[in-house]
Every structure is written in C-alpha cells, then in structure tokens.
C-alpha cells in the first residue's frame, strides 16, 4: 500500500461563500465514456431534432416530445465541457467553469428531460385510462404546462448559477491563483453577475 497518498486525494472540492460545493474526482472513469459517446449523442439528438421540426404538433403527445427533445439536445451539447473537468490534468478553470456553468446547464436540462418523461406517462395513462375523455388533451394547455416547465427549471438553475458565479474565491482555489500568477481571483462570473444587478 501507497503511504504517500493521502486519504481522499482522489476527491477534489471548491467551496464557494454561498454555501454550494463542487467535487470532482481525481480520475472519472464515465468522463472518457461521455467524450466518446458524444459524437454519436449529437447526431442521434440532431437527426431527433430534424424530425421533430417537421412533425406538426397536433397532440400533447408531441408537444412533450418535442420539448424533451430540445432538453435532451441541451444536456448532450453540455457534456463534453462537464466530462472533460473531470478528466486527470484537466485545468482548475475548466473544472471552475463547468461547475458554475456546464455543470448547472447540465441538470437543469437533465431535470427538465426527467419532467417531461413523466408528463408523457401522464398523458399516456390519462388516454389510455380514459380515452374518450379530453380533459389534459388540450395543445394550448400542453404548450403553457411545457413553458412552465421550461421556466421553472430554467429559474431554479439561474438562481444556482448566479450564486455560484457571486461566490470570489474558495479555500482549493487560492492555490492556483498563486501557480497561476493572478493577483485576483477568476471572477468572471461575478463580475458579471455584479454589472447585471443580480
């Protein structure tokens, strides 16, 4: 056994001010994986998209279809940036950048996939239980219940991403300033979030 590796080398964490943490592991295994599998990924959720511009939306069927699509679509275009933070080598502002953002981009559209799949079970069940009855089976209440979805989601993830870019500095990432030669911490973010009122 290696004396020289300290327990939970493998695990790195940045805290930020707000509370929220980032861990990644040392080496990922699934991250070479998710790089591998992401070419076949884009194409398949290019061609699903492609297909689903064409169909007319003339069930709620397809408007959630349409819309887990385009979830879908989000998460495989994030996980090549989530994938590679992970990664051994990988730079502390790829792993800053996919936490605060890719990462938080990510599960917002993985969580809106999730919801979507369970409204199409929801309607799938409401047909076939009742299949004369058109309560639920309206396209404009789909489309409403669909950007709601869309904005919860997208509301509950904003409020996650602006508190991490608010967040200056962290105890693991003061060290790299110093390797890296900054006088000030990597701010973009808050910058950003400052110069927007957020």
């Not at 070419?39 to 169909?55: D, R």
């Not at 489309?143 to 709601?148: E, K, L, P, Q, R």
């Not at 979805?149 to 060290?175: C, F, K, M, Y």
Request: with cysteine; aromatic share 10%.
């Amino acid at each position: 056994m290696d004396d020289d590796i300290a327990p939970g080398a493998f695990l790195s964490s940045t805290n930020t001010s707000n509370g929220s943490n980032c861990y990644s592991l040392g080496f990922n295994p699934f991250s070479a994986i998710y790089l591998l599998m992401f070419p076949l990924a884009l194409l398949l959720n290019s061609v699903a998209a492609w297909v689903s511009m064409h169909l007319k939306s003339t069930t709620t069927f397809i408007v959630y279809l349409k819309n887990l699509i385009g979830a879908d679509l989000i998460m495989t275009l994030a996980l090549p940036a989530k994938a590679a933070s992970d990664l051994p080598n990988a730079s502390h502002q790829i792993f800053l950048l996919s936490c605060r953002f890719f990462s938080v981009v990510f599960y917002s559209a993985f969580y809106t996939s999730i919801t979507f799949l369970g409204l199409i079970s929801l309607d799938r069940f409401t047909k076939t239980v009742t299949p004369h009855s058109k309560f639920g089976q309206n396209i404009t209440l789909s489309s409403m219940i669909s950007a709601a979805v869309w904005a919860q989601h997208t509301d509950i993830r904003r409020a996650e991403a602006v508190g991490l870019a608010r967040s200056r500095t962290s105890p693991s990432s003061d060290n790299w300033n110093r390797k890296l030669g900054r006088k000030e911490p990597l701010t973009g973010g808050g910058r950003l979030a400052n110069a927007l009122g957020l």
